[in-house]
């Protein structure tokens, strides 16, 4: 503070602190305390707001133990809630893309980080982030086109004879793990690959002239080395699929409802924003505490995850 | 247990530059052989070839007596310490040293047992259950030195493991890289700049530059009998004249030079290259009166006293700078700035040699 004071003088001192102020106050913090206050209120007629009935309660949260229905697991059937049983499912699919999106970035990053040779890595960069050139609307609605029924998926697979009728592949949750997965893919790719590309080559070099062969050279000095990066990228892959609405909406079969999609019925269907708020923090806090959860399972300190 | 190993016109080649040329070298069994060169002049290619990391363009490298054409570096008997050691900074350090036993399928219990006997070995006992991170420079050596002896190598490779290390902890370390190779008898192959170190630890020598081997000796003939200028120069300071060769007889000749006509040992070899004249600044002597042959008249422009040594430089005539290292055994008289004295050194310790052998091409 002396020391930006010094640096500065007092006019460019005032205006970082009050824009940093404005953005985190008015722009983060604020929206956030107003939906959750009113997370625990009722909706109510515009007549009553503010009125008796204007109490707050936990009624909105208890509102996801309303409608159960049958869920089968192996050979048992349970009666779930339904919007406990689509935030169940969110969550083990949002896990699912993200085991997927590790098993796919993993051997690229690696290869980026060691294999490939410096001349031609900018090209191999660019031709990674070309597709974000692209909105990520127009991306999910390509792998709508390219997953349809009568689609190119189908047609290509049928030509060279790998299927005999035509596969629908947009049912269940198959297409929005493969939209996510793509949309994702890359939030792995470049953490994994900065942690990777952070060990010393020699240390592979020493794996390898002390004998061992290639899959114990990754299992006891490539990969606990990148645990780091392992983790922030799949905080940040879990995170985004957990809250992305965009793909499952336009990926989901009939039979996928995504539980962020749940939160845009009661706002915008239902017009009912305090149910709407209530589910958004049920969600926030739940992928919260999983995430932390599984960080502690794996011995990942928050710290690893910021560096 | 310890293998020998044959290098047979060895070139490697990375695009158009040629890192090593030609390289022909016998190492014995149980040998300690230096490879010493500037950076650059393809040592550690030399290395990275032995180990298997990288593969000679051409000429054939045997390991025991076995062509090593296509065998990785986990399947050759070698074990490589790297300059900056590399070791597993996430493991404890006997898993450090019983790496190499874990991906063979050792047992846990062994190779706790066999990383105790190293640690001992490297008079390092307590420092089993510690991180990397909390060792010395000198202790984190120790442990390399021991990882790479766990897998019971028949060759040791170091590439200038101790450039890392203060001057006190590397003359230390020498000493102690020495015993164990005794004690172990494993072929030891160390790469360095350093040619202190490659004279005080060493069998025997092969002086490199620009991918070339230079000469293969033992320490006392690269320092004594330098078979060109680039050997003299690398290891050693000279005095170093440029002149012409008359009457050449016997191994010997009188060299003319701007400072006057000297007589010098002309080595095997050198005949019709152009020669220059190499003298070393320890075999000079400064008197009152000129020597019979080889003397020079000198003014003293500086003198350095160095404690065990008194280093003097002196103009001759028409300027050029000669420097003379006088040995002080207590009892030395330093010459004055300024005195005008005879600089004369022996013909049979001073050399006419011919420049290196071969550039890259």
């Not at chain 1, 699912?96 to 590790?102: S, Y």
């Not at chain 2, 990275?48 to 390991?63: A, H, L, Q, Y």
């Not at chain 2, 307590?126 to 030195?145: C, E, F, N, T």
Request: aromatic content about 10%.
């Amino acid at each position: 503070m002396q020391e930006l004071l010094r640096r500065y003088g007092v006019g460019l001192t005032a205006a970082f602190i009050g824009l940093t102020a404005f953005w985190l106050l008015i722009l983060v913090i604020l929206p956030n305390v107003t939906l959750f206050e009113s997370s625990f209120r009722p909706y109510l007629p515009v007549v009553d707001v503010g009125g008796p009935l204007d109490t707050y309660s936990l009624n909105n949260y208890m509102k996801v133990f309303g409608v159960p229905v049958d869920v089968s697991v192996l050979w048992m059937t349970f009666q779930v809630p339904v919007h406990i049983k689509i935030f169940f499912g969110t969550i083990y699919y949002s896990t699912l893309v993200t085991v997927i999106t590790f098993l796919l970035a993993y051997p690229l990053a690696y290869y980026l980080a060691k294999v490939v040779s410096p001349k031609s890595l900018p090209t191999l960069f660019l031709l990674l982030f070309v597709p974000l050139w692209v909105s990520e609307i127009l991306r999910s609605f390509a792998w709508f086109i390219i997953l349809a029924f009568k689609g190119p998926l189908n047609a290509l697979l049928l030509n060279i004879g790998l299927i005999d009728a035509p596969v629908r592949w947009i049912s269940g949750y198959n297409s929005v793990i493969v939209g996510l997965v793509y949309t994702y893919v890359l939030f792995m790719v470049f953490p994994l690959y900065n942690a990777i590309q952070s060990l010393d080559t020699n240390q592979i070099e020493a794996a390898e002239d002390l004998g061992a062969p290639w899959w114990r050279i990754h299992q006891r000095v490539i990969l606990p080395h990148a645990k780091p990066g392992i983790a922030s990228g799949s905080v940040m892959v879990f995170m985004l699929c957990a809250g992305s609405l965009l793909v499952p909406t336009l990926l989901g079969s009939t039979s996928a409802q995504w539980f962020t999609q749940t939160i845009q019925q009661w706002m915008l269907e239902a017009l009912d924003w305090n149910t709407g708020a209530a589910y958004a923090f049920m969600l926030l806090i739940l992928c919260t505490v999983f995430v932390s959860v599984v960080m502690r399972i794996f011995r990942v300190k928050l710290s690893d995850i910021a560096k | 247990m310890s293998a020998g190993i044959e290098l047979e016109n060895v070139v490697c080649d990375f695009g158009n530059f040629r890192a090593v040329d030609n390289v022909n070298v016998n190492i014995q069994p149980g040998e300690f052989f230096s490879f010493l060169g500037p950076s650059g002049c393809g040592k550690t290619t030399i290395l990275r070839m032995i180990s298997g990391f990288n593969e000679p363009t051409k000429g054939v490298i045997r390991i025991g007596g076995k062509d090593m054409r296509g065998q990785r570096p986990n399947q050759r008997p070698t074990a490589l310490i790297f300059q900056n050691l590399a070791l597993f900074p996430l493991m404890p350090i006997w898993e450090n040293i019983s790496f190499g036993l874990e991906v063979r399928g050792v047992d846990k219990a062994t190779r706790r047992k066999r990383a105790e006997e190293l640690l001992a070995l490297v008079d390092l006992p307590d420092a089993a259950d510690k991180m990397v991170s909390q060792l010395s420079g000198g202790q984190k050596q120790r442990v390399a030195i021991a990882r790479a002896l766990a897998v019971e190598p028949a060759v040791m490779l170091l590439d200038e493991p101790l450039s890392a290390l203060d001057l006190k902890l590397r003359q230390h370390m020498r000493a102690e890289l020495r015993a164990i190779q005794k004690r172990t008898g494993v072929t030891f192959i160390y790469i360095t700049h350093d040619q202190g170190e490659a004279l005080a630890m060493s069998d025997r020598v092969g002086v490199m530059s620009q991918g070339r081997l230079q000469q293969v000796a033992n320490p006392r003939d690269i320092y004594n009998n330098p078979v060109n200028g680039f050997v003299a120069s690398f290891v050693g300071e000279n005095n170093i004249l440029t002149g012409s060769v008359q009457n050449a007889a016997d191994g010997m000749a009188s060299f003319a030079t701007p400072i006057g006509t000297f007589r010098a040992r002309l080595v095997d070899g050198a005949n019709g290259k152009p020669v220059k004249l190499y003298i070393r600044p320890e075999h000079v002597t400064l008197s009152e009166i000129p020597g019979k042959e080889n003397s020079v008249p000198v003014t003293i422009s500086d003198v350095a006293f160095e404690g065990n040594f008194i280093a003097v430089q002196a103009q001759t005539e028409n300027g050029t700078t000669l420097v003379a290292e006088l040995r002080n055994d207590g009892a030395a008289t330093v010459p004055a700035t300024g005195s005008k004295l005879h600089m004369t050194f022996d013909a049979q310790r001073s050399a006419l040699l011919p420049d290196a052998v071969g550039g890259r091409g």
